[in-house]
């Protein structure tokens, strides 16, 4: 058990000392929100600003350096329980951080929310306090530069099929898969369209395909879809007969281990809409 102490030593009004023209600059600096280094006469920027390299002794130039203020975070321990004195009442990392610019590390703290953002490499900014009197603490702590942020989104719409898309639906209520084929390069498109994509002539001839077609590629699905809840379901390519590209689609009635490429299928028709591609039944 350690002892209860039985000696004080204290400068009522506090001890008064005087800075020197290194370190007074360096917090005169810091009250007007800027962080300066001093030069070596090895061209090392300190920072803190030291009055004598310590690598050699020599004074160092009378050249102060503006640097950071960002920086990055050299080496870090984590406070999970802060105390009185410490600078933050919650969690924090100390870290030696090298300011953009300086060729020393500072003592400082990080505020970074949770062990788990800090890393070395982490980049920091000051957090400065409002109403700064010429301290280190003018810094409050420094904090991990944005990388990220988090935007609410949510959009309401109302989808319009426009014209093309439009007559498309309305065929599919007649069981009927209404495709266009372009004057130029003659490509058939389904869902009919009102451009070729390819050649950008304007489409006016319109021609029915399918409702047979091809699976061209496809995908086993483990993973539940409104549209198709039972799992695993398949969702396939397919080239309609008489269109050049295919259509992406349910394929069911078929075991989904079974389906296989260059299957032909046949669209099944519900309600006014395609419902899924069966296997094409043999005649
Ligand atoms: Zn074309």
Same mark, same amino acid.
């Given at each position: ?22 370190? +007074? ?16 006469? @090895? ?68 505020? +970074? ?26 810094? /409050?702590?420094?904090?991990? /530069?944005?990388?990220?942020?988090? @935007? ?10 426009? @014209? ?66 039972q799992?695993?379901f398949v969702?396939a ?12 689609a349910l394929l069911a009635e078929i075991p989904a281990?079974e389906v296989?490429? +260059?299957m032909r299928v046949r669209a099944v028709?519900e309600?006014?809409?395609?419902k899924w591609f069966a296997p094409e039944r043999?005649?």
């Amino acid at each position: 058990m350690p002892s209860e102490p039985n000696h004080v030593l204290e400068f009522p009004g506090g001890y008064t000392r005087s800075t020197g023209p290194v370190i +007074g600059r360096f917090l005169t600096e810091l009250r007007a929100g800027r962080i300066v280094g001093v030069r070596t006469a @090895a061209k090392k920027v300190l920072v803190p600003p030291l009055e004598y390299d310590p690598l050699t002794g020599e004074p160092t130039l009378p050249e102060f350096v503006e640097v950071g203020p960002a920086g990055t975070v050299r080496e870090w321990t984590w406070v999970d329980a802060p105390r009185k004195n410490h600078p933050l009442d919650r969690p924090f990392a100390w870290a030696l951080i090298r300011l953009d610019g300086a060729d020393t590390s500072l003592v400082h703290a990080v505020d +970074g929310g949770s062990l788990k953002a800090m890393r070395t490499g982490l980049r920091v900014w000051p957090r400065w306090r409002h109403d700064r009197v010429g301290s280190i603490t003018d810094i /409050e702590c420094f904090v991990p /530069e944005v990388t990220t942020i988090v @935007a609410n989104v949510r959009t309401e719409y109302t989808v319009t099929p426009g @014209a093309a898309l439009a007559r498309y639906l309305d065929a599919l209520t007649r069981n009927v898969f209404l495709a266009g084929r372009c004057p130029s390069c003659r490509s058939v498109y389904v869902p009919y369209r009102l451009s070729c994509p390819q050649c950008g002539s304007v489409i006016e001839e319109e021609l029915e395909v399918g409702p047979s077609g091809t699976v061209t590629t496809f995908a086993i699905n483990n993973l539940p879809d409104p549209r198709a809840p039972q799992v695993p379901f398949v969702s396939a390519y397919i080239l309609l007969d008489g269109a050049d590209i295919p259509i992406i689609a349910l394929l069911a009635e078929i075991p989904a281990t079974e389906v296989v490429e +260059g299957m032909r299928v046949r669209a099944v028709f519900e309600g006014g809409a395609v419902k899924w591609f069966a296997p094409e039944r043999e005649a």
